[in-house]
């Protein structure tokens, strides 16, 4: 039996629905329906049918829990991993897929992955000829599942983004395992290290430059937009006019909607009223639009097929000198200074 957990609720942490689909196919595929995993973690037994489009982390994290013991699964959190779709990830998995390689990949993890779930969060670093990832759990009481389940899916989802296998990762687990081995090194093609400072791999910082088949770089623009205006939406510490605000410019750059007085009709305020709210909200109009501007930029310019030209077009400016002017005050140097370092 799976030792239950105790996991204070946090109605504010969720999972989307797409990301809880790959828990129900492996409850599923062996025997368990979505009712019976709903009562063994404490549910309604209609709670997961239809697919909801969220649920709570903690409910989350005991369905975890009860898919183990009913399906007298040890390696359930691995085979949740292993069911993961090009949709669990939502929208910032079709952002991965647009992106031209595994780093720039890696990197919009680190900023998108809220979108999908609440879980907790990755880091990616590099130190010489060697890279490393880790997943700090939101929920370190947890049961192994849960961060066998992660590294599961990464490992799954980065097949599809690689077009084929990845060269072996050195993985290491904070945890410690009675499970068989065997299915570890089938999952992983190694053996992971248990009882490790962290939830972590290791891999050669060559594969961080291997290209993503089949990338759209050119829908990657709007993929992105859309999740930053999903991750503005998201962000519950900033006041709503101010994610409102920042929602509404990064929706109209490109249109060259990003006046004061367009965004302020938008959001059915008047200008004078916008600037009071925003004041009040310790921000300015001004500096949303800068921020806004700078993130993406920096994006942008990440993608070898965008020119400035396009880049400035696509932050709303008129002319290609007042972007690179802009950029210059934001960073110190000139966007394609930055772009040649980024790519060095």
């Known amino acids: 039996m799976t030792k239950p957990c105790s996991i204070a609720p946090s109605p504010s942490q969720r999972v989307t629905g797409s990301y809880l689909q790959p828990l129900l196919d492996a409850a599923a595929a062996r ?136 060269p072996v990762a050195r993985v290491a687990f904070a945890h410690g395992s009675d499970a068989s081995l065997d299915e570890y090194e089938r999952v992983f093609g190694s053996c992971p290290v248990f009882n490790a400072p962290a939830n972590s791999g290791e891999f050669d910082a060559a594969i961080l430059a291997l290209p993503v088949p089949n990338a759209d770089v050119n829908l990657y623009p709007v993929l992105q937009q859309h999740a930053e205006r999903l991750l503005g939406q998201r962000e519950g510490g900033a006041p709503a006019i101010v994610a409102q605000v920042r929602a509404a410019i990064i929706r109209n750059l490109a249109h ?61 400016y008129q002319e290609q000198s007042a972007f690179t002017h802009a950029f210059k005050e934001w960073s110190g140097t000139n966007p394609g200074a930055w772009r040649e370092r980024g790519s060095a």
């Not at 305020?269 to 009071?276: A, D, E, F, G, I």
């Open 31 to 166: 025997g368990v329906s979505a009712e019976a995993l709903a009562r063994a973690a404490g549910l309604p037994s209609t709670r997961l049918t239809p697919l909801p489009d969220s649920l709570a982390a903690p409910d989350y994290i005991r369905l975890l829990d009860a898919g183990a013991d009913l399906a007298s699964d040890p390696h359930f959190g691995l085979h949740v991993g292993e069911c993961v779709k090009l949709g669990s990830y939502s929208v910032y998995g079709l952002v991965l897929l647009a992106c031209r390689d595994i780093g720039q990949a890696l990197e919009q993890t680190m900023r998108y992955e809220a979108l999908a779930h609440d879980l907790g969060r990755s880091q990616v670093t590099v130190a010489g000829i060697t890279a490393r990832y880790e997943w700090i759990s939101h929920y370190p009481a947890a049961s192994r599942h849960l961060v066998e389940s992660v590294f599961a899916g990464i490992q799954t989802f980065g097949r599809w983004l690689a077009g084929g296998a990845l």
């Open 256 to 316: 060259d909607r990003v006046r004061l007085a367009s965004i302020a009709q938008e959001l059915d305020l008047s200008p004078r009223t916008l600037q009071r709210k925003l004041g009040d909200a310790g921000a300015s109009f001004q500096g949303l639009l800068d921020s806004a501007r700078y993130v993406l930029a920096q994006d942008y310019l990440r993608q070898p097929g965008l020119s400035l030209a396009d880049i400035a077009f696509l932050l709303g």
